[in-house]
């Protein structure tokens, strides 16, 4: 049973343009969000991340955008550079804020590979 | 300022023996977090320790896998007998104290484990 789902397995974009990988969720508990990019035989490296009390969070060429009701997130790389391609990994935690209880573990899918074309 | 450091970075290991993967968090990080990846999924969460304790062990298997963090020294996760279907990527992540502002985890480059 899948909680966080990446349905797109790859994505290619041109570089200079807009590259939206998105996320979907089940886990009605779930209420802070990352991105991660990672490179064959790396460790993830954090991009983002947003908490469920806001819509959006902006970090120069990075947003990522909550819809909690649809359970739905995205992240927009504007522009896209050819350093960008990479597999994105999308991850969620529960219950976070204002409580002593949970272990913070991540659940993860299982990554989007975006391919900048020069 | 260093990252999240692991060793050794690739590790070989027949059926039957024992496995030892050692993570060394963030300076000012006291929360340990252990991750498996195997091939064409995404990382699943396997333990998760502060300082000589296990807060949740939930994705950690009942057998042959165990997990610490002494007070001084790496965390250890440990594999004892390995079999074929250990081989994976590991990856332990780090974090600040609860209630510093951030529970963003940060990874290490992860220890790719083969079992003959």
């Known amino acids: 049973d899948q909680q966080v789902k990446q349905n797109s397995p790859s994505l290619s974009v041109q570089e200079g343009r807009i590259s939206i990988l998105n996320c979907d969720y089940t886990n009605s508990m779930f209420d802070y969000f990352l991105w991660y990019k990672k490179y064959p035989a790396e460790g993830p490296t954090f991009l983002i991340s947003?908490?469920?009390i806001k819509d959006k969070n902006e970090d120069g060429r990075f947003t990522v955008f909550l819809n909690k009701s649809a359970k739905h997130l995205s992240l927009h790389i504007v522009p896209s550079q050819p350093g960008d391609s990479a597999v994105y990994f999308c991850?969620?935690?529960?219950?976070?804020w204002g409580s002593g209880a949970g272990s913070y573990q991540l659940t993860f899918g299982k990554g989007t590979k975006l391919s900048v074309i020069p | 300022n260093a990252g999240v450091m692991q060793n050794p970075r690739h590790l070989v290991r027949r059926r039957g023996q024992e496995a030892r993967l050692r993570c060394s968090p963030m300076k000012g990080h006291s929360h340990v977090y252990w991750y498996r990846q195997l091939p064409e999924e995404g990382l699943k969460f396997m333990v998760y320790l502060q300082k000589e304790n296990i807060i949740d062990e939930s994705g950690m298997p009942k057998e042959r896998f165990s997990a610490e963090f002494p007070k001084e020294g790496p965390s250890i996760l440990r594999i004892q007998q390995v079999v074929r279907g250990d081989s994976a990527a590991y990856f332990c992540a780090s974090s600040p104290a609860r209630g510093s502002g951030t529970d963003t985890q940060y990874f290490g480059p992860g220890t790719r484990l083969t079992v003959l």
């Open positions: 947003i908490s469920s």
């Open positions: 991850a969620a935690s529960e219950a976070l």
